[in-house]
């Protein structure tokens, strides 16, 4: 099992940058694969992005690619999110996830961090 913990969230004015960061405890964090997530005010959590636990193949969401990197440190047990040219519409909570191997659902989830995008 792996606990996960984001941070890295705030406020930010548009066309800003911010990264997310989620930290997991646990054994064998290189055999996981993770993937973050957002959810905005009156919608339903959607897929931003995921790597799997090599670090290779990241995975966008067509609404970030080419503005968001996932990375991880499998040495630090972490995750990344860069986020460049951020948009009012970027603004949610943003979740990391984790599962054991490259496919599957997530059962593994944080707590969630703020991003808020001003115009």
């Known amino acids: 099992q792996v606990q996960l913990v984001e941070s890295g969230g705030g406020l930010v004015q548009a066309g800003g940058s911010l990264r997310l960061s989620c930290a997991a405890s646990?054994?064998?964090?290189?055999?996981?694969?993770m993937g973050w997530f957002r959810q905005a005010p009156g919608k339903e959590r959607e897929f931003v992005a995921s790597?799997?636990?090599?670090?290779?193949?990241?995975y966008y969401a067509d609404s970030v690619k080419g503005r968001f990197t996932i990375s991880r440190d499998n040495a630090k047990d972490t995750v990344y999110l860069q986020m460049n040219s951020l948009k009012p519409e970027d603004t949610a909570v943003y979740y990391c996830?984790?599962?054991?191997?490259?496919?599957?659902?997530?059962?593994?989830w944080g707590q969630g961090t703020q991003v808020t995008v001003s115009s």
């Open positions: 996830a984790a599962r054991r191997g490259d496919y599957g659902p997530y059962p593994y």
């Open positions: 646990g054994r064998a964090f290189g055999t996981y694969a």
């Open positions: 790597i799997r636990g090599s670090a290779r193949y990241p």
